[in-house]
């Protein structure tokens, strides 16, 4: 199950919009013929949520690093 697409940034979205072309056909929804597009599209939001991921792990391992020397800084005068 993906996140609500519609208040995202959207990344993914010629996916979406393959995903909701193939959905309007509730026939083929139903049968299973929009599987491909959805697995494109999780794919898709996967690699944009891994990437996101990776980032927020940089930027808190670098205000982790500053914390940890203004902390350094502080008890030196100690």
Do not use: Y
């Not at 056909?25 to 697995?39: F, P, S």
């Not at 949520?49 to 902390?71: G, L, P, Y």
């Amino acid at each position: 199950m993906h996140p609500p697409l519609s208040d995202k940034r959207i990344v993914c979205r010629e996916f979406i919009q393959a995903l909701d072309a193939c959905h309007a056909n509730n026939w083929a929804r139903l049968t299973g013929r929009c599987n491909q597009e959805k697995d494109k599209l999780n794919q898709c939001l996967r690699k944009e949520r891994v990437e996101r991921s990776a980032r927020n792990r940089a930027d808190a391992k670098e205000q982790r690093t500053k914390a940890e020397r203004a902390w350094k800084e502080l008890h030196e005068n100690d």
